[in-house]
């Protein structure tokens, strides 16, 4: 699992520096609507969502690291369109990272459900950390040099990040077993994955570009992305030891993420998107731990199981951006500030979900 965690340490970090880098980058290469910009982060989504479960099926027949090479290979030729400087290319690399994550990422938690518990949570804080280190660095490149830096780099850490994953074992193929057998439960938390997307992406893909329409450092947002993976390390680390890992402290998590964001949309200063942050991760640390584990531990398929859970992830990702996009060209920015409340609707989903379990 050692090797599985590294190289999805790498993933995010290289990961972050991109996401941080493509809206601010769409401005600068003269891209002036904010639908437009919505659009092409969402294209990757689209992509995603299509792909997974054609994923979660290769993983179950052909092996968990095959695929999440094919994934390494998609996210370099990703870098490689975005550094064209071109809209048209943006979009291309927007395709070729969509696929990328729908074949990397499924397959590096399924990789960990087939260990149990324990090795989800350490791939997990594997997650935390490179979110920590991901957006920091990005932002920091993206100030220092634009896209073009920020792009290399990234590139570069997807190419070291092959040696890594050409260690991963491949699992046995699984010839004559029904592979398309997923649990009520992974459908219920990609629900909910689903709305937590259209939150967090809706407020991530404009804070940036509200930041550089204001006049202010997208270190700001760094700021609180890497505040955030910090704090979001704590729960991570400690949720499975205190045996807390139920709906109840998921429909905690969501409210407290909920808090964090909705400060974001407000933050103006650095020492607010601190405090923002601190607030999100320890919510979003535990989301991450809770749902993944409350959907997939002990799941049949774990291939497949992963591919559908994350699927909610990509639908978020298409809807929020899409969505925020239309609203802050009709109503400002002020329009985000609305944005965050939808995740009491996972909260009150939750607490009827503990009920129903007794």
Do not use: C
Request: aromatic share 10%; net charge positive; charged share 10%.
């Amino acid at each position: 699992m050692r090797s599985v965690n590294l190289a999805t340490l790498l993933f995010f970090i290289a990961n972050g520096i991109a996401v941080v880098a493509i809206p601010p980058y769409l401005r600068d290469l003269g891209v002036t609507s904010d639908v437009v910009i919505g659009a092409v982060v969402s294209t990757a989504f689209f992509v995603s969502i299509v792909t997974r479960p054609l994923s979660g099926y290769m993983g179950e027949r052909i092996g968990y690291g095959r695929v999440m090479r094919l994934g390494v290979v998609f996210a370099v030729l990703a870098q490689l369109l975005y550094l064209r400087g071109d809209l048209a290319w943006v979009q291309a690399g927007r395709v070729l990272h969509g696929l990328a994550i729908a074949t990397f990422l499924p397959m590096s938690i399924a990789t960990s459900v087939a260990e149990g518990v324990k090795a989800i949570a350490a791939r997990s804080l594997a997650v935390g950390v490179g979110n920590v280190l991901g957006p920091l660095i990005g932002a920091a490149l993206y100030d220092l040099g634009g896209g073009r830096v920020s792009f290399t780099t990234a590139m570069a850490l997807h190419a070291v990040n092959w040696l890594l994953v050409r260690g991963i074992q491949r699992r046995d193929a699984r010839k004559g077993e029904k592979v398309f057998v997923v649990e009520r439960r992974v459908v219920f938390f990609m629900a909910l994955l689903t709305i937590y997307a259209t939150v967090y992406m809706s407020v991530s893909t404009f804070t940036p570009v509200r930041l550089k329409d204001h006049g202010l450092p997208l270190t700001y947002w760094g700021l609180f992305s890497s505040v955030a993976a910090f704090t979001s390390l704590l729960p991570r680390a400690a949720l499975t030891k205190t045996r807390l890992v139920n709906p109840l402290t998921a429909a905690a998590s969501n409210a407290t993420a909920m808090v964090g964001l909705l400060m974001a949309t407000y933050a103006e200063d650095p020492l607010t998107f601190i405090a923002a942050g601190a607030i999100y991760g320890l919510g979003q640390g535990a989301i991450v731990v809770t749902h993944q584990i409350l959907a997939l531990a002990g799941a049949r398929n774990a291939g497949l199981a992963s591919s559908i859970y994350t699927m909610g992830w990509d639908l978020g990702s298409i809807l929020g951006p899409t969505f925020s996009g239309n609203l802050v060209e009709a109503a400002g920015f002020s329009a985000l500030h609305y944005v965050p409340i939808a995740l009491l609707i996972n909260v009150a989903a939750l607490l009827l979900y503990t009920l129903r379990k007794g």
